[in-house]
């Protein structure tokens, strides 16, 4: 196995404060809401919501990169569970976010009213 | 170190479970690891879900911040994220005590893993509790609202935008309806929902009789806050009203668009399923572990195991926490 067995409780509690301390921005983000993030876009996404996945996806990283030892594990094993997720996920969100705005669209712009 | 946990059939080839070992990681936790992929994409499909019903109401949404404002103890006080953000850290924290359980696992040290894995399981009641008083403030709701006959739904505000509950105004008249229960019906009749507190006719009575009540549509202004409509508009509005909804159910929610409350309880309680389950696994694991198990084997790699799934509820936790509360 790739892991020595040492301890690395250290290594546990950085990531722990980390996490906490991320947690803590996003939640006075949410309830402060700056105007200047929230109503400036960037590539059809306001700023505030760009921070707030910028900052899932960092937290995602260290959860499973140092709680579930992703970092110890073989690069072989890594690839094969990491990259499909990430591909099939890209592939799945653009297709229904995309998908979803149309139909927004069609509900907008035609004379069909659905909910008056 | 072959820390694969098959000793039984140490001396079989690949598909026993012997010494080969893919992706070098023994045989059940590399299949851990790949049912957490196709779990992965499970929530990945709900999340993408609600991520398509949301754009397509992308104007009508509820604001999570108006919706969630319930802390115990603490009644009457909008605290908006609080009460989730503690759940979060309870989850984390969890996490934690199961990361130390897995060190100490590797280190053989019988008792500080039985210690961690005990913190663990109560960190995960704790959540799956917190969850259950969240679901509890959701389902009976604080305001109450009426829909119209078109489907969409009204709240009622003061002159200040302040909220008001339909208890603050709405008059008892006198005919009223019981809902029919089983008990008192012939062939199995009954109400599907028990009736709400007040009927159409005694909200609109009850709005013509407090003139500074003004209707709140679900229309998002520019700047993210809801439609108020002027006093003539709300007459209008209200005389269209079909149903008083109170609190949330699958069929219809005082907070605004229908599918905001079936994917809450949907992605949360498939979460909360989750924990529950981990949280029985871990119990497991735990008297396993006290029975010397693992002990017995030289190997903890058990809790190595059911640590990647525990940390996997975490993990969707945040993208959870991310998307129905912050976004």
């Known amino acids: ?116 | 170190m072959g820390a694969t946990v098959t000793t039984a059939n140490n001396d079989e080839k690949t598909w026993g479970g012997g010494h080969n070992e893919p992706l070098g990681a023994s045989y059940g936790k590399m299949m851990m690891w790949f049912f957490i992929v196709s779990d992965a994409l499970t929530f990945s499909g709900f999340l993408g879900a609600y991520g398509f019903s949301r754009f397509k109401f992308i104007e009508t949404w509820p604001l999570a911040d108006e919706v969630f404002t319930h802390f115990p103890f603490m009644h009457g006080v909008a605290a908006p994220m609080y009460y989730v953000a503690l759940m979060t850290f309870i989850l984390i924290f969890s996490s934690v005590t199961m990361v130390l359980a897995v060190d100490a696992g590797h280190q053989l040290k019988k008792t500080k893993v039985a210690i961690y894995m005990f913190l663990t399981i109560i960190g995960g009641l704790i959540f799956v509790g917190s969850q259950a008083w969240e679901w509890k403030n959701f389902i009976k709701g604080e305001y109450g609202a009426v829909e119209t006959v078109g489907g969409s739904l009204l709240q009622f505000v003061d002159k200040d935008g302040k909220r008001v509950a339909l208890a603050d105004f709405a008059v008892k008249l006198p005919e009223q309806r019981e809902a029919l229960t089983r008990s008192h019906s012939t062939w199995f009749m009954e109400d599907a929902q028990s009736l709400p507190s007040y009927t159409v006719a005694e909200v609109q009575a009850g709005f013509k009789a407090h003139p500074e009540i003004l209707i709140r549509t679900e229309k998002l202004t520019d700047n993210k806050k809801k439609t108020v409509l002027s006093r003539e508009e709300s007459e209008k509005h209200l005389a269209t009203a079909k149903y008083v909804v109170e609190g949330a159910n699958l069929i219809r929610n005082e907070y605004g668009n229908k599918l905001f409350a079936d994917f809450f309880f949907f992605i949360t309680g498939f979460h909360g399923f989750h924990v529950f389950s981990g949280v029985i696994i871990n119990i497991i694991i735990f008297f396993n572990v006290l029975l010397g198990t693992y002990e017995k084997r030289r190997s903890y790699e058990m809790v190595e195991k059911v640590g990647l799934y525990w940390h996997f509820v975490d993990l969707v936790w945040v993208f959870v926490f991310t998307v129905f509360y912050l976004v």
Do not use: Q
Not at chain 1, 86 to 95: A, E, G, M, N, P
């Open chain 1, 1 to 116: 196995m790739s892991h020595e067995h040492v301890s690395n409780t250290k290594r546990i509690w950085f990531v722990f404060g980390l996490l906490s301390v991320v947690t803590t921005i996003e939640v006075i983000l949410g309830i402060y809401k700056p105007g200047v993030l929230e109503f400036n876009h960037f590539v059809g996404l306001n700023l505030l919501n760009w921070i707030f996945y910028i900052l899932t996806i960092f937290k995602a990283y260290y959860i499973v990169w140092a709680f579930m030892h992703m970092e110890g594990e073989k690069s072989s094993l890594r690839w094969s569970v990491v990259s499909p997720v990430i591909f099939l996920v890209l592939y799945l969100l653009f297709i229904l976010l995309t998908e979803g705005h149309y139909i927004y669209g069609v509900f907008k712009d035609s004379t069909i009213k659905w909910n008056f």
